[in-house]
């Protein structure tokens, strides 16, 4: 490597360190600035019925603050599944959703998954338009009762039972507002019926919001992913709209037509709105609160438009992105999940679905990684290694190659236009070509996307020190962090690089020394790009290094004899000489 | 035009960078398929050097006996 690219890398390598000082240093000033945009912005939109304060926020409350019952209860549902806390106040908001069968951290059962934020108050309600062009929200006391149960306060249920509560506002003469809910004790999903009929009246159009506001909770103890893949989506006209926010930004989208669901989701759960019939439109709401450092929670609000003019039946599903259940809603709404882009998703479909039917024969993860792993150098064999390579022609043509060698030995150009020239007169050839790489890589990708988005890898664990393949095996953390690299020592990592410097030299592919520099260069930032990929994708890059030198040493693929291709001229010529014999 | 053809082979160098470094070399032809994608972007005006490339990888599979193939010279 000469001089100019050692000089280039090491600025590149400068660059990539000062990088993250330098966002430092200048977002201060684009904070302050997206700051006064919210407040015009909220100022211009406050008339409508969604302004885009991303906060609950004091609404002038109607029809009458002093409709209702006086106090507000918390009512507790609980199921093999879930355990989810209702208020009367506003009708069966949720307080909080916490998910039994996933925890927050490896091990401890106490901290749940928890759905809603604390902060978002009471994030699910129903709001409309009065006649006045006000925004209400419904967020009275409603009196409630429960069908065919007593009236309790806490209900536990089994796998089989279903529960209904219902709750109702009512004038002294009339019931103005009445929503039911129906648990299912084996399902994350809650059946809602929402009847405003007594409110007609007093509604300026034949329509209301069924609103969650406050976003969801991030759940993993990796910040910067629930970040990534936080999002607000919506199903219509066939296409799912996504929406997502930047750090101290504001993004919406709204749309006044048939829609089928909305949701938001975080990186493995999410919160979803599925009206039985299609809804009259939505509006999606992203903003951003700070907290430490650099990271931030995105706060995303849905609101989805139902008409008022009969009872409407919607859906809402509290629960993992996990592909089996959301495919069986039969909605679509697994289309939110990470799958890639249309080309790569039929595979990495396919991957997960093998994943998930190998660890009902084998119970870890881990070792369904090592079999996964084993099957697909198996099944790529053939692909690189079809060689068309004759032992006796290469031993034949060895001595010409160094006769090569040895009359370029500056010019290593002409060495292999002259070798290859050689191979092609002898019909043979040592590579496996450029296609059947490139076939692999869409598999690769494949994987990558799995193992990072599938909520099956979760918390699982394997051996040793591996106690979780969605995250980085970390054994201890660092007091300071280094860019790119992350403050957290993982050994994972430290195999894989060991495994693919022992590979690169086994399978002899850089001969010349600026060859060798720049591999080792890259093998370098690989280590620090892995070290905050998942421990999944790094033990799996680690073992598909050592099936690949285990491969090359036990296994080299077979010599095949093979006649030398014959131009098609010379077996023209050949059987023209035959034919002629034979008259 | 010229954007298209740059950006190609910005992406052409980056493939060698990183995807051409994980495996070990296995083109069958020389010059190998990125080089001669590069060579051909270089020289070439986009869609036709598309067509080179496309053409050129299609043929790099264990069926195809490889060898000596530099990128064809423009026409002018």
């Not at chain 1, 934020?117 to 419904?138: C, E, F, H, N, T």
């Not at chain 1, 994987?447 to 980085?472: G, K, N, V």
Request: net charge positive; proline share 6%.
């Amino acid at each position: 490597m000469d001089r100019k690219s050692i000089l280039g890398f090491v600025l590149i390598f400068i660059i990539i360190i000062t990088l993250p000082f330098y966002y430092r240093l200048i977002s201060h000033q684009t904070q302050s600035e997206s700051d006064t945009t919210i407040a015009t912005k909220s100022l211009a939109t406050s008339k409508l019925a969604n302004p885009i304060t991303p906060f609950p926020e004091p609404e002038a409350t109607a029809p009458n603050s002093s409709l209702g019952e006086p106090v507000a209860t918390d009512i507790v549902v609980e199921s093999e599944l879930f355990k989810i806390t209702l208020s009367t106040k506003g009708g069966g908001t949720v307080k909080r959703v916490l998910l039994k069968k996933y925890s927050k951290t490896i091990g401890n059962d106490s901290a749940l998954v928890e759905l809603a934020p604390a902060s978002a108050g009471y994030p699910l309600l129903i709001k409309y338009i009065d006649i006045k062009g006000d925004s209400v929200k419904l967020d009275h006391n409603f009196a409630f009762s429960a069908l065919s149960h007593p009236t309790k306060n806490a209900y536990v249920l089994n796998s089989d039972d279903s529960l209904t509560l219902i709750f109702t506002l009512s004038d002294r003469s009339q019931t103005l507002a009445k929503r039911s809910l129906t648990f299912y004790g084996n399902s994350y999903l809650v059946d809602q019926q929402i009847d405003l009929s007594g409110l007609r009246s007093q509604m300026a159009s034949d329509q209301f919001d069924l609103t969650w506001e406050g976003g969801l909770a991030y759940t993993e103890p990796l910040i910067k992913d629930d970040m990534l893949y936080s999002k607000a989506h919506a199903y219509s006209g066939g296409e799912v709209e996504g929406l997502d926010v930047k750090a101290g930004k504001t993004s919406q989208s709204r749309f006044p037509g048939a829609t089928n669901w909305t949701a938001l989701r975080t990186k493995y759960f999410t919160v979803a709105f599925l009206p039985t019939q299609p809804a009259l439109g939505y509006s999606l709401i992203g903003a951003t609160k700070p907290l430490s450092g650099r990271d931030f929670q995105k706060v995303f609000n849905m609101y989805l438009t139902l008409p008022a003019s009969k009872a409407s039946t919607t859906r809402i599903y509290f629960g993992p992105l996990d592909y089996k259940t959301l495919k069986s809603l039969n909605v679509d709404l697994e289309n939110i999940m990470n799958f890639g882009f249309s080309l790569i998703r039929p595979i990495s479909k396919f991957f997960l679905w093998s994943f998930i039917e190998l660890h009902r024969l084998i119970p870890n993860y881990g070792w369904v990684l090592i079999i996964f792993s084993i099957l697909i150098k198996i099944f790529l064999t053939p692909l690189t290694n079809i060689s068309t390579r004759s032992m006796k022609e290469m031993q034949k043509i060895q001595p010409q190659i160094i006769a090569l060698r040895e009359k370029y030995p500056n010019d290593p150009q002409k060495i292999n236009a002259e070798t290859m020239r050689l191979y092609r007169e002898h019909g043979v050839n040592p590579m496996g070509g450029c296609l059947p790489i490139l076939l692999q890589l869409p598999i690769l990708w494949a994987l990558f996307i799995i193992f990072r988005t599938t909520i099956e890898l979760r918390q699982a664990a394997f051996i040793f020190w591996i106690r979780d393949l969605s995250a980085p095996d970390t054994i201890f953390t660092l007091p300071f962090s280094i860019p790119l690299y992350g403050n957290q020592v993982n050994v994972l990592p430290v195999l894989m690089v060991i495994s693919q410097i022992i590979q690169q030299k086994i399978s002899g592919a850089t001969t010349n020394q600026q060859q060798k520099l720049t591999m080792w260069m890259m093998t370098i930032f690989f280590f620090f790009l892995f070290n905050q990929f998942p421990s999944g994708l790094n033990l799996y890059y680690t073992l598909f290094n050592i099936l690949a030198i285990l491969q090359q040493k036990y296994f080299p693929p077979k010599p095949k004899p093979q006649k030398p291709r014959k131009n098609t001229k010379e077996i023209l010529r050949q059987l023209q000489q035959r034919s002629r014999r034979r008259y | 035009m010229k954007v298209l053809n740059f950006l190609a082979i910005s992406l052409i160098k980056t493939f060698q960078y990183t995807v051409g470094l994980i495996f070990p070399n296995s083109c069958r032809f020389y010059p190998s398929c990125s080089n001669y994608a590069l060579e051909v972007f270089k020289n070439h005006r986009f869609y036709n050097a598309m067509y080179y490339t496309i053409k050129r990888v299609l043929r790099c599979n264990p069926f195809c006996p490889g060898g000596y193939d530099p990128a064809p010279k423009r026409k002018d």
